[in-house]
């Protein structure tokens, strides 16, 4: 029993006892036993946190703003970065051709055309929506700070941690190839082919690292000045303070 003229791999799964290790990552809640991500899918931060990206990904396309994701980190970086395909929201069509047409409202309608959702959705999205003779023009996609707010609200509900939300997102355009297994970058269960996903968008999720590099940076430089503001505060209240009872 293994796998044929290969004793390496073979050892490597089958473990004494008779017990097989099928590669899959769990979470015991509840007496209840569910699989979340797979172990060769999971990887760690600079500062050795391990992230299972899949079951980030399941908590983000949750939600009606996003329809696709992959989340991207190292070991090289102490947060993670994310790919985002949107769901567009349609203006609000008014009766009359004014300018306040233009500041309707947004209504949500479906995803763009892609094969099966991340996160392990069962549902399949095909072809583009009917959304009569609205262009592109006509819809609106969420900002990367909506997004971005979006994420740590679910995440804060799902109870994730902080190192698991993105700190940046690219934000597909309308007209992206979608995700299939077609392409490679789904596989054939319909999971993210995160190799081929990697490569696909390098150019971005460098630069998304390159942005989160900057922003970090950009907080601990505030995080400093507030400090060096405190202490010359309290020194300096301190040092009228020992002037005055020393007169």
């Known amino acids: 029993l293994g796998y044929w003229n290969d004793t390496e791999r073979t050892r490597e799964v089958f473990k004494p006892g008779g017990w097989y290790a099928t590669g899959d990552i769990g979470e015991l809640r509840n007496g209840e036993l569910r699989v979340i991500d797979r172990k060769k899918s999971i990887f760690k931060l600079a500062q050795g946190e391990f992230v299972s990206p899949e079951q980030c990904e399941g908590v983000y396309v949750a939600s009606p703003l996003i329809a696709d994701c992959f989340v991207h980190g190292d070991a090289t970086r102490a947060f993670v970065v994310a790919v985002v395909r949107v769901v567009h929201q349609r203006k609000q069509q008014h009766n009359n051709s004014s300018s306040d047409g233009d500041n309707g409202t947004a209504a949500p309608i479906a995803a763009g055309a ?63 190839e979608p995700w299939t297994s077609a392409n490679g970058l789904l596989t054939a269960s319909h999971k993210l082919s995160r190799r081929h996903l990697r490569q696909r968008y390098a150019h971005h999720l460098l630069l998304l690292q390159t942005r989160g590099d900057a922003r970090r940076d950009g907080a601990l430089d505030a995080t400093t000045t507030t400090v060096k503001a405190l202490l010359a505060e309290v020194l300096g209240d301190s040092s009228g303070g020992s002037g005055g009872s020393g007169g």
């Open 114 to 176: 892609h094969d099966i959702g991340t996160g392990g959705s069962d549902v399949a999205v095909e072809g583009t929506p009917d959304i009569g003779t609205s262009s592109v023009e006509d819809t609106v996609a969420p900002t990367e700070e909506e997004v971005l707010v979006e994420m740590r609200t679910l995440a804060a509900a799902a109870q994730l941690p902080a190192y698991c939300v993105p700190v940046a997102v690219h934000i597909l355009p309308p007209d992206e």
